[in-house]
């Protein structure tokens, strides 16, 4: 089978045998894949990972121990937890230190014609949602988890700083939820991405008028603009993940008593229930699709200013 | 009088007239004042303040529109808030934008022989509570700000990065309240310094024990470490802030979901009843004592790698 692999900060297409699934796991025939920053981050050298890249997708299973399973549409939680260790007995699994974490973390990921998955991990897809939409399940999960983790008020105003992919599936999925969402990036005409979902867009943020300001920019330089963007005694989320670091000093954090929560995986299965509905379509942010053996092209793609989102059909 | 002034990253005893209270203030005589690493912060550009340096004092009301104050021993919240402002009608009057600090932002400090204070901001010592005590009612507050900002579970396993003057103190103030406290610092012999609060101690932290890290080692390194050594889904707390920024990658913050937490000062009437009831005595802290016309020599003593608190007798 095709693979996009990473090695050393190279990328190409190679062949591979197709993987062999463990007891707990499914084999996956991928049918759509998406490129995230994270893909491109790890190609800069970020995790030191090397292998198949791709986290986000959607395919059908193939061989499970489940047979209920076999036939079926599916996406996968990334995060491969033991189930067994303290972390996972507390409750954490997505932080269980022993985890693999698919194309990001030790496993080999979605970049590829078949892959495969913790059985327990997927999450079927209903027939009225397209993989066009049920391949944005990783990145909505993402976004949802902010709702998991930090308790935002009905009313409070809220910034999402960043009109990136990211930053417009979280402010889709805040706004879905009923919050006054102000979008802070420098592509105003990406409103219309947003589907029916309505929030309010500035290209310069305002000092000190959110009590809540979601970062999201994928630039270091965001969370200097959020410190002081946000209101004392407010909160950041940080979703960004880096290879390098930045400059950075925290004495607005301490001065202003701010409260910062990073965010990363969130629930895949309000994700599917979400997109099933057809209340948040983030399909309005695909700006191509690459057969999976044009996926050099297409990483390189992704990594084109102002571009969003780049699929792989991993079916050719 | 007698005052110990900052301009320029240069220090010196300047003869100022004595201060003229507004209505809404009081005239204190000072008796005693602390040196904090706020302080020598500012001697080198922190919050770019001129003027009477020193915020940490004990001292006696000679002129007050209340006059059942004067006469009377006091200690002073340090934050001089309008008021009136949004931020203040929120109830967070620390955070006041058009707040004065005392020896910080705006208004002259307590290294001198006579400090104008607002009136509601002073707080009456109890005759039990000696100024040797009394002069860390403003430290006591900022420990006491933790328990007043995060929920912490009295089993859980809390560490304590730094056994300066500030993490000694955190730290006194959490074993008192029952927490179990790991100190972790590089002076081992200064566990007799916590008097009768119980607490363990390492000279370097184990990864990933703690459910809380609290960050007082007034070291910018001290956040990279505390972000390696708490659990996923943990929590730090920020208290110390630096002129300089310094190389950081929040990557771990949003990989493990840590939340951390900006404090700053916290609740003064809570810090002289704790203190009058004897249960926390941060007088060991006390290293040396100058006569205010050697604060410059107070200052350089407080700069010296290995000494804790410097006080300056400002009756002399």
Redesign the interface.
Known sequence: MKALCHKNKKICIEEKPVPAPKETESLIKVTLAGVCNTDIEIVKG?MGFEGTLGHEFVGVVEKSSDTSLIGKRVVSDINCACGECE?CRRG?P??C?HREVIGIVKKDGAFATYITAPTKNLVVVPDTCPDQIAVFAEPVAAALEIQE?VKLKQDEAICVLGDGKLGLIIAMTLANAGFDVTLVGHHPERLSRLGQNMVNYATQALD?IFTTVIEATGN?QG?ITAQKIV???GKII?????H?????????????????????CGPIDKAVALLSSGEVDPSTLIDKTYPLSEGVQAIAKATEKGVLKVLLDTTQ
């Open positions: 970020y972390t954490h997505h932080h230190p983790q000190q270091p969370l209101l004392p005694k940080l979703n960004s993940t880096y390098e670091g930045f400059n950075f000093n925290p004495a607005l954090i301490v001065i202003n008593e701010i409260e910062i929560t990073g965010s990363r």
